[in-house]
């Protein structure tokens, strides 16, 4: 698959800019595109499907996806958008988990007393209960503007590459805030999707605004757009192999190749350019 054959936008990638706008129909879309996807990634190898993050400071960090650790980048982006943040002893919730992997990852390795992944779609949230086992872990499904859960229930809400998706992500936010306990914290990565010329200020900025609106402190409130980008050259080869072994069919790579943001494709160039911005949130609700 050369980089030349996915420089234009592809449906996909004009779908998804078409349903940022149409929010009544995103979460529908999400949900459908998100089961079908589900047919298509091999079970044994991505449990992944954020960017992933490498630490611009670490000189050795190019290394670390070329040791037989082909998620070692995913759980680079965990491990940033925890910042400082101990789970340890907390109840902590992830919102839109996807594979689950990342809850599994901090499930085995940040001693939380419970962690649930909640997702829209049915058929992830099969594949992590029917994958990722442990006594501290558990999976659901669930709307983010609408979680199913008390007020004042978790000391931690995770979000990572997934907001995007929902039909309001000030909802979310509001959710966020109402299920955390008091002096909880919100820790919340993504990008903004269709470009920074959509928004009439700095996408940080008019973020950090609507959590401030929304009752949350800010901690941290930080542009990760080159870690994540050094994180995307690394694993663009293995992508590339995983798409081809996916489908045969062209139109299909090309789409894939946009999810995936391939060096060449439009979601790429967008981060590249400066266009679109990759952001990382620290909030805490005020105790």
Sequence with gaps: MSEKAIAKPSAFVRFFWLMQ???????????????ALMR???????????YGYIDPSRKDAAAMSKDGDKEA??????????????????????????????????ASTRQPARIEGVDLSPEQVAFCQGRHRFENLSFG??????????????DVVLNVESSH?????????????????SGGYFLYADFNPYGSKDIPENPIENLARRLKEEGFSLVEAVDITKGVLAA?????????HLIERA???????KNLADFAALRGSTVYDKFLTGESTYFAFVAQKPG
Excluded at 88 to 96: F, R, T
Excluded at 233 to 240: F, L, Y
Excluded at 247 to 253: A, D, I
Aim: aromatic residues 14%; contains cysteine; glycine residues 6%.
């Design 21 to 35: 706008r149409v929010t009544p129909a995103k979460s529908a879309f999400f949900k459908f595109f998100y089961n």
């Design 40 to 50: 298509r990634l091999p079970a044994d190898e991505v449990t992944f499907l954020n």
């Design 73 to 106: 980048l995913q759980r680079g982006l965990y491990d940033r958008v925890l910042s400082n943040i101990s789970l340890a002893g907390k109840d902590v919730l992830e919102v839109g988990c996807g594979r689950g992997g990342g809850a599994a990852y901090l």
């Design 141 to 154: 499904c669930a709307n983010a503007i609408a979680l199913p859960y008390p007020s004042d229930s978790f």
């Design 165 to 181: 998706c929902y039909q309001s992500v000030q909802d979310f936010y509001r959710e966020a805030f109402r299920v955390l306990r």
């Design 232 to 240: 995307l050259d690394v694993a663009d080869e293995e992508k590339r």
């Design 247 to 253: 489908t045969t069919l062209s139109f299909m790579r």
